[in-house]
C-alpha cells in the first residue's frame, strides 16, 4: 500500500498503520486447540520511519505499550530477544506466557527472573547472564506476540519510499508487531486455571460477579431471595448490571450449580444459601477464582465486589499496584 502511494513526505511520518482480523495456517493436524488452531485472530501493525533512529523510536513505543497491555493481564509474561527469522531485520523480541505446553524452549532464571530463547544462545551458559545466578533451567514458552525491527528490507525492493528534506526518494525504514489475540486468551487460561477450574485474567473473564440464588422449594427461599433480590440491584450498580451473571435456574441445587459457576471461572461467585436465612446474623458464601471460600455479611460482601471493579479500573487506566510492577519488572526489565 506505502509503495502504492510513494513517494510521501518526511512530514508524514511517522506512520503507525494496524489491522486486526482473522488469519490462516495450513496445517494437515491442529495442536494445542485454540493456541495453534487453523484459524486465529491476530493484531498487525507496521511502523513507517524516515532512519534507523526514530524507527529504534517507534519499536520502543510500540514495545512499551505491550508492555502495559501484559501487565494488565496480570498473567505473569518474560520478553525476551529472538531470531529474526524469515521476516529478517535487525532487532526482534518476543513475549512469552511460560507454560510446560509452549513450543518454544527458554532458559529462565529463578533467582532474578531473567528468561532467553534457547534459539539466540550460543550453547547453555552456566550463570545467569543478568545476576550471575547458577540456578538456570529450561522453560517451555508460548509466544503471545512478537516484535521486528526490519529496516529496509521489504521497502527498497517493493520501493516503498519517501521525500527527505531535499526533496529525493528515500527507502521507508519498517517495523513489525504482533499480537495473537485469541492465543492470548487460549495462553492465559492455560497457565492460570487448575484442572478442575478455569480462571481468567480479571479484565478478560466474562463477567465479574455470579450470584446463586436459594433451591425452589427448599425453607430457606422466603428469607433468602430477599437477600437476593437486594444483591442484583446493589451489585449491579456497583460493577455494572453487564458484569452480573444471575444463575436463576431454582430447580437445580446450590451445589450443582456452584460447581457449574466454578467450571466456567467467574472471579467472584456469591451464594444466597441457607446462612443467607439467619435473622441474627445472615451470611454469603463468597467464592474467589483461586479456590478461596470466604462468609461474609452483605455489606462485606458488596465492599469485595467494589474493590474487585477498582481494581479493574486502575488496571484499564494503567496504574499498576507496586507488588505487580515490581513482579513484572523481573520479567520485562531482564532481557537476552
Known amino acids: 500500500m506505502l509503495a502504492t502511494n510513494s513517494p510521501i513526505s518526511y512530514r508524514q511520518l511517522p506512520l503507525r498503520l494496524y489491522q486486526i482480523g482473522p488469519k490462516f495456517r495450513d496445517e494437515l493436524k491442529t495442536r494445542f486447540g485454540l493456541m495453534r488452531a487453523k484459524e486465529f485472530l491476530m493484531k498487525d501493525m507496521y511502523s ?31 520478553k525476551v530477544n529472538a531470531a529474526t527469522g524469515m521476516m529478517g531485520g535487525s532487532l526482534s523480541h518476543e513475549y512469552h506466557y511460560i507454560s510446560p505446553v509452549g513450543e518454544d524452549t527458554l532458559l529462565q532464571c529463578r533467582s532474578c527472573g531473567f528468561a532467553g530463547n534457547s534459539e539466540v544462545l550460543e550453547g547453555k551458559p552456566a550463570s545467569c547472564p543478568s545476576c550471575n545466578s547458577s540456578n538456570l533451567q529450561e522453560v517451555r514458552g508460548v509466544e503471545v506476540a512478537h516484535t521486528f525491527l526490519l ?73 433468602a431471595e430477599v437477600i437476593e433480590n437486594e444483591l442484583l440491584l446493589k451489585v449491579g450498580e456497583c460493577c455494572g448490571h453487564q458484569e452480573l451473571l444471575h444463575d436463576d435456574r431454582k430447580d437445580l441445587t446450590i451445589g450443582k450449580r456452584l460447581l457449574e459457576a466454578k467450571r466456567l471461572g467467574h472471579p467472584l461467585t456469591i451464594v444466597v444459601g441457607a446462612k443467607s436465612a439467619d435473622l441474627d446474623s445472615p451470611k454469603l458464601e463468597v467464592h474467589l477464582s483461586k479456590g478461596e471460600k470466604l462468609e461474609l455479611d452483605v455489606n462485606e460482601a458488596l465492599k469485595l465486589v467494589a474493590e474487585h471493579s477498582q481494581h479493574k479500573k486502575r488496571l484499564l487506566m494503567g496504574s499498576f499496584p507496586r507488588e505487580t510492577a515490581e513482579s513484572k519488572s523481573q520479567s520485562v526489565g531482564h532481557q537476552l
Open 48 to 78: 513507517f520511519d524516515v532512519s534507523e533512529e526514530t524507527a529504534r523510536e517507534s519499536y520502543s513505543i510500540v514495545s512499551a505499550a505491550y508492555n502495559r497491555l501484559f501487565q494488565q493481564l496480570e498473567v505473569p509474561f518474560v
Open 151 to 223: 529496516g529496509d528490507k521489504y521497502s527498497k525492493p517493493l520501493g516503498a519510499t519517501f521525500l527527505n528534506t531535499s526533496g529525493k526518494p528515500q527507502p521507508l525504514v519498517m517495523g513489525c508487531f504482533g499480537i495473537g489475540v485469541t492465543r492470548v486468551i487460549a495462553a492465559a487460561l492455560e497457565v492460570l486455571s487448575s484442572e478442575q477450574e478455569l480462571r481468567w485474567p480479571r479484565l478478560l473473564a466474562p463477567y465479574d460477579v455470579c450470584l446463586i440464588g436459594p433451591k425452589q422449594g427448599s425453607k430457606e427461599q422466603p428469607a
